[in-house]
């Protein structure tokens, strides 16, 4: 489990450095604010990215999911309990799931037709998202039993 929480709190490291790069201004993978938004916001009609609130606020967040893995296995210490923490740790596997489903859904593809980004999101966003809710229900249940 250790390996899973690390895996998890890796990958949860590098894309919420990439949404802080974001809200610095950065535009990668685009070359410039329009290219950049159809690439990772894909709205219809996105021509800008999320402002720099929206950015950090969504790096804040990934930063403290971050923790919870690694909170699970012993290696970050915390005062909440394991069952606690277990419970949390479902809530944001939903959150992660219900991400990785709605990309694969046609109401959600109404709301981000943009390409690149339809197509990124179906090959690697939404796909990424159910691996990472189910990192995180793996977890949980760990921790339940232990």
Not at 2 to 19: E, G, R
Not at 64 to 89: C, Y
């Amino acid at each position: 489990m250790t390996v899973l929480a690390f895996a998890l709190a890796a990958v949860l490291y590098l894309i919420a450095s990439i949404h802080a790069y974001w809200g610095l201004g950065g535009v990668w993978p685009g070359t410039d604010q329009a290219s950049c938004a159809r690439a990772v916001a894909g709205f219809r009609g996105v021509e800008t990215m999320p402002g720099a609130f929206a950015s950090f606020a969504v790096t804040a967040c990934l930063v403290l999911a971050t923790l919870w893995p690694l909170a699970l296995v012993g290696v970050f210490a915390t005062p909440f309990p394991k069952a606690g923490l277990a419970a949390s740790a479902l809530l944001i596997a939903m959150v992660f799931l219900g991400r990785g489903i709605a990309g694969f859904t046609p109401a959600w593809r109404r709301l981000t037709p943009e390409m690149p980004f339809a197509r990124l999101d179906r090959q690697y966003y939404s796909p990424l998202c159910l691996l990472i809710g189910t990192g995180f229900v793996v977890l949980a249940i760990s921790g339940f039993q232990s």
